[in-house]
């Protein structure tokens, strides 16, 4: 039996609606580990979003954060790791024309990095609802390049900003909305994607694309699950997904 990788999305996949992962899932990822297959986790989450699942599941191997931004390994050093990153300055540049570009919350974001321009109101729960001060965007606390911004936009102002966005830095970022009723959207380096992680990890561990199974659930997933050998969408995938998917569960 040829060894698998299994990349697993995190939100609406391996998690349930509490945003836990189950006993049961553990159980079985840790069996088919224990069959000699390799399982990673490939999310959008942020890293500080992802260590308590990594653990729980009990993983020690490289994961796949921000989207493909981001891989490395959080026990060990990696010598596949890599990371793709926005120019700190672009976040000044930004928040200088927050107000024009209808900008009410941005949290800036890297390995270990986690910033914000202020403190949110409870319904807008990624954000942080108290700073300390070295938690604020500034000159001084934010001293290197992130690799994901995080912003939460006046839905009367989103067309201003997104054409800010491309008409000033299309060349080298994109912009991915995360839906809902909050106007989030996401910063990242141009086509970077979960599939630019699947990438470096079927190089590291010599596994060809056709023994990669992805599951996924969201349109961030879409390029995985393409790439991946068997793409698996989750049943309560977006229609889209399950559609251009190999498979969908049944459950």
């Not at 200088?96 to 949110?120: C, M, S, T």
Request: glycine share 8%; aromatic share 8%.
């Amino acid at each position: 039996m040829d060894k698998k990788l299994i990349a697993i999305d995190l939100d609406g996949t391996t998690l349930n609606n509490n945003s836990e992962v189950s006993q049961k899932t553990v159980n079985t990822l840790n069996k088919v580990m224990d069959l000699g297959h390799v399982v990673n986790i490939v999310t959008g989450r942020p890293p500080r979003l992802v260590t308590d699942i990594y653990n729980e599941i009990g993983l020690d191997n490289p994961l796949i954060s921000f989207n493909g931004s981001l891989g490395y390994n959080p026990l060990a050093k990696w010598n596949h790791a890599y990371e793709y990153n926005i120019e700190k300055d672009v976040v000044f540049d930004i928040l200088n024309h927050a107000d024009e570009l209808g900008i009410n919350l941005i949290a800036v974001e890297g390995k270990q990095l986690f910033l914000a321009n202020r403190e949110a109101d409870d319904e807008i729960g990624f954000f942080p609802t108290h700073l300390a001060p070295e938690e604020f965007i500034t000159e001084e606390n934010l001293t290197e390049d992130p690799v994901c911004l995080t912003l939460q936009i006046s839905p009367d102002k989103m067309s201003k900003f997104v054409d800010y966005i491309n008409d000033n830095y299309g060349d080298t970022l994109q912009i991915s909305p995360w839906g809902g009723p909050d106007s989030i959207v996401e910063l990242a380096a141009k086509n970077i994607s979960k599939k630019t992680g699947l990438e470096v990890l079927s190089d590291y561990y010599g596994i060809s694309q056709e023994n990669i199974i992805a599951f996924g659930d969201e349109f961030n997933d879409e390029t995985m699950l393409k790439y991946a050998g068997l793409g698996v969408a989750m049943k309560n995938g977006q229609p889209k997904i399950k559609a251009l998917a190999d498979d969908i569960t049944e459950y």
